[in-house]
């Protein structure tokens, strides 16, 4: 989210082994989130995307503490409950969405 009230949203994979979805963090926030964001979302993976806890907690750690240590305010989100929250149904896909932010907004976000 910006300032202004818009917002940008990026979707960012961190793929590799847990080392690199680790250290490129950091990095990943600070390239990405300019002066003028006033926060960063953060997706609750569920277990299923990671073969272990092992895995999901330092990932979802790292996040975290990127933002911490560049002093933006984050929030993590479930999708599914977003999805749900839109359209009414958890497992929408990207069309619907669409669709459910240009009725509530009138923004269309095709792109």
Do not use: Y
């Not at 999901?56 to 240590?69: D, I, N, Q």
């Amino acid at each position: 989210m910006f300032i202004d009230g818009g917002s940008d949203a990026q979707t960012i994979r961190l793929e590799g082994n847990i080392c690199s979805r680790t250290v490129g963090g950091s990095g990943i926030i600070v390239r990405n989130a300019p002066p003028e964001c006033t926060g960063v979302c953060i997706e609750e993976p569920f277990f299923g995307q990671f073969s272990s806890v092992k895995a999901f907690f330092p990932t979802l750690g790292a996040a975290v503490l990127a933002c911490e240590l560049a002093g933006l305010p984050w929030s993590a989100i479930n999708l599914s409950r977003l999805k749900l929250h839109a359209t009414g149904k958890g497992n929408a896909r990207k069309p619907e969405m669409q669709a459910a932010a240009k009725a509530r907004w009138g923004v269309d976000l095709k792109g």
